[in-house]
């Protein structure tokens, strides 16, 4: 499968990441998130989502 054909979601950081675990904000930079307001487009993969869990009180899903 390509990229044009694997299902995608966005992701948006809506809350700062200092002050979390550090555990927390390497999921943020895993997801390729680096400033606020950023959203970027993952592959919905079961690594992303649990990623996308992990940090669901610092992002959004769009």
Known sequence: MNSATQKMIK???FKS???ALKA???CVRGLGLRRMQ???E???TPENRGMV???KHLVRLA
């Open 11 to 13: 992701v948006t950081l």
């Open 17 to 19: 990441p200092i002050g």
């Open 24 to 26: 927390h904000r390497a």
């Open 38 to 40: 950023q959203t970027v």
């Open 42 to 44: 993952v592959i919905d």
């Open 53 to 55: 869990n992990t940090v």
